[in-house]
């Protein structure tokens, strides 16, 4: 859902975003959420949409917490699968491997118009050339893109991170794997 950035995740924002470094340019999701997020993390800095950092899809789970879903069949099925749901089984909305497929794409072009992978001499021409730059994303989006490519490697539930959590992380331009070089716990602490 595109719900605002409550109170409460502005301040932790801010809180957080004053010792990040610096960044030439921002990449974010389409929702309202991140939008304001980047403005606090890094306040003044340009951002580029990048549709494809949208969150996962939930479907008719969207929106819904364990209370409002625990008479659902389908919601039934899918927590008897073991010790976490998993998503790759998702019965509704987006599968784990269309999240990935999505998400791989959007690094693919913010790779790109960042200026750290080119594949044409067109594409070397109209990069940008940033050095630096930051992505705003989501839980899901981010855990499955790390996932695929965040090096050293983990599972999917192993790039968790709390709210304004992130990776500082170094991009290969040819195999597009992102090499953790920091850890930032957002709300639990740098």
Not at 78 to 89: E, T, V
Not at 94 to 99: F, R
Not at 124 to 136: E, K, L, N, Q, T
Not at 139 to 163: F, I, S, T
Request: proline residues 7%; negative net charge; hydrophobic residues 35%.
């Amino acid at each position: 859902l595109d719900v605002p950035l409550l109170p409460q995740g502005e301040e932790l924002a801010r809180r957080v975003g004053a010792p990040l470094p610096a960044v030439e340019h921002i990449y974010r999701s389409p929702l309202q959420r991140c939008r304001r997020t980047a403005e606090l993390l890094w306040p003044g800095v340009e951002m580029t949409v990048v549709d494809e950092l949208r969150e996962s899809d939930f479907g008719p789970f969207e929106g819904k917490n364990h209370e409002e879903l625990k008479d659902d069949p389908l919601y039934q099925a899918w927590l008897g699968m073991g010790d976490r749901p998993n998503f790759a089984a998702m019965p509704v909305g987006e599968s784990a491997q269309q999240v990935t497929d999505r998400v791989s794409i959007g690094l693919e072009k913010t790779a790109a118009d960042a200026g750290r992978c080119v594949e044409t001499p067109a594409a070397a021409a109209a990069r940008r050339g940033f050095g630096r730059v930051g992505v705003v994303s989501h839980g899901g989006a981010l855990m499955a893109l790390l996932a695929k490519y965040g090096r050293p490697e983990r599972d999917y539930y192993g790039w968790m991170c709390p709210n304004c959590g992130g990776f500082r992380a170094e991009l290969n331009p040819d195999t597009l794997e992102l090499t953790i070089l920091e850890e930032y716990r957002g709300e639990k602490g740098l």
